[in-house]
């Protein structure tokens, strides 16, 4: 369903010419969950941002459903691919109601029947129409998250670009949020491509998961191999121990 082929991409000219991107290479199913980890700056959140359209300058090949995609944002980009970034407060334009916040690619993509669509989407994500009337500092955080799930959802996409969607949100409502995305996941036949640094959400999530570092992929396994330690690079080994240890001290800390 997600084909990225030896996608480049540089930022800077001349001697300030920085690699963000070296030939990554991604395949994801149709129907899967797929996890992109790696460390801070590693390139995960531009791979999302060169299939949204939101970087144009990337060299290689992206095509989603099997559509090649252009280097510009259209129309049908919107309809076949959609993001949800971390924080779901500076993504929601602030002096919006929720309402309008959902109408808005509704109006840009002519489509009817508004009022119903916006309705059934609110219930969808576990809201209801009295949403409509409020603004984002009326929302809790994951109530906010829950619009911007719907706002990517409105316009029925195929494809989720979800750039770790709950590490800005209270622990107590990360794991309410992703039980949403995974029932939507299934509800709706959607193909996930998900950014994440917590090894829970992949094993609880992904089918299988990408590391990345310095802008190359690394390898690509199964979850399972993962969680097996069935792992074949230095790298992935050293991530995998720190992410354990992090979940541990997290563990400590909450117990506290
Ligand atoms: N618009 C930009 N202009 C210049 N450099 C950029 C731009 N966007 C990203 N970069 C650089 O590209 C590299 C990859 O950034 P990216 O946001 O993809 O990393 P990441 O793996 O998602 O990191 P994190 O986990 O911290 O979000 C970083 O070195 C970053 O500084």
């Known amino acids: 369903m997600i084909d990225v082929r030896n996608l480049n991409l540089t930022f800077g000219e001349g001697a300030k010419t ?3 991107l070296t030939d990554v290479n991604i395949a994801v199913r149709e129907g899967e969950i797929f996890g992109l980890v790696g460390e801070s700056g590693s390139g995960k959140t531009t791979v999302l ?6 970087f144009t300058h990337w060299k290689g090949e992206l095509k989603i459903d099997g ?3 252009e280097h510009r944002i259209g129309r049908d980009r919107c309809r076949l691919v959609q ?3 971390q924080d779901p407060y500076g993504s929601l334009h602030p002096r919006h ?5 959902l109408e808005e690619p509704l109006q840009i993509h002519r489509i009817d029947q508004r009022d119903q669509r916006i309705n059934t989407i609110l219930e969808k994500v576990g809201l209801n129409r009295a949403f409509r009337s409020r603004y984002p500092h009326q929302l809790s955080g994951g109530q906010r998250q829950r619009v911007a799930i719907a706002r990517a959802l409105i316009l029925k996409p195929r494809v989720l670009l979800l750039d770790e969607p ?3 949100l209270d622990v107590s409502v990360q794991a309410e949020v992703l039980n949403l995305l995974f029932d939507l996941q299934k509800e709706e036949g959607l193909t996930y491509l998900m950014v994440t640094h917590d090894l829970g959400v992949i094993a609880h999530l ?12 690394l390898e690509t396994l199964e979850t399972d191999a993962l969680l097996r330690g069935d792992i074949t690079d230095d790298y ?17 800390k909450v117990m506290l």
């Open 18 to 20: 920085t690699q963000v």
């Open 49 to 54: 941002k060169c299939l949204a359209g939101l």
């Open 67 to 69: 559509q090649q995609l």
């Open 83 to 85: 993001m949800v970034f």
């Open 97 to 101: 109601t929720i309402g309008d916040i």
């Open 166 to 168: 709950t590490s800005a």
């Open 206 to 217: 992904c089918q299988r998961v990408a590391v990345m570092k310095y802008g190359k992929i």
């Open 236 to 252: 992935t080994r050293v991530l995998v121990d720190a992410s354990r240890d992090y979940s541990r001290e997290m563990a400590a």
